[in-house]
């Protein structure tokens, strides 16, 4: 008696991991910040950036959200353009920050990600 419960949890437990598994993979967008250096201006920081689409479906809108720092003073948050990427597409880019004053020790983080999965009924 108490095998046959353990089989069915076991079987439960199995079937919840290959659905938990399939729908994560489902939509995975990596993303690097390749370079931060002087912009054009005196006071621009160019960031480039990369973005992958590494799952399933297509990542419709995909857009990531930049702060530049000087140091460890937090100055500006950027969204990047937002772009469709198919499975397995990359692209790369570049968001120029403009300030008021030269940024010293210009550095980059990504704080956000984001996409449209409207397609999704």
Known sequence: MHI???????LLAIVVAA????????????????????????NDVDVEYTLHNAGSRTLYDATIHILV???????LELPTPSVDLYIGETVTGTLTFTFSVPVADPRAI??????NDADDF
């Open 4 to 10: 046959r419960k353990l089989a069915r949890i076991a």
């Open 19 to 42: 659905v938990a598994l399939s729908c994560s993979l489902d939509y995975l967008l990596d993303f690097e910040i390749l370079d931060v250096s002087a912009g054009f201006g005196p």
């Open 69 to 75: 720092s000087d140091g460890t003073i937090p100055l």
């Open 110 to 115: 990504v704080v956000g990600a984001g996409w």
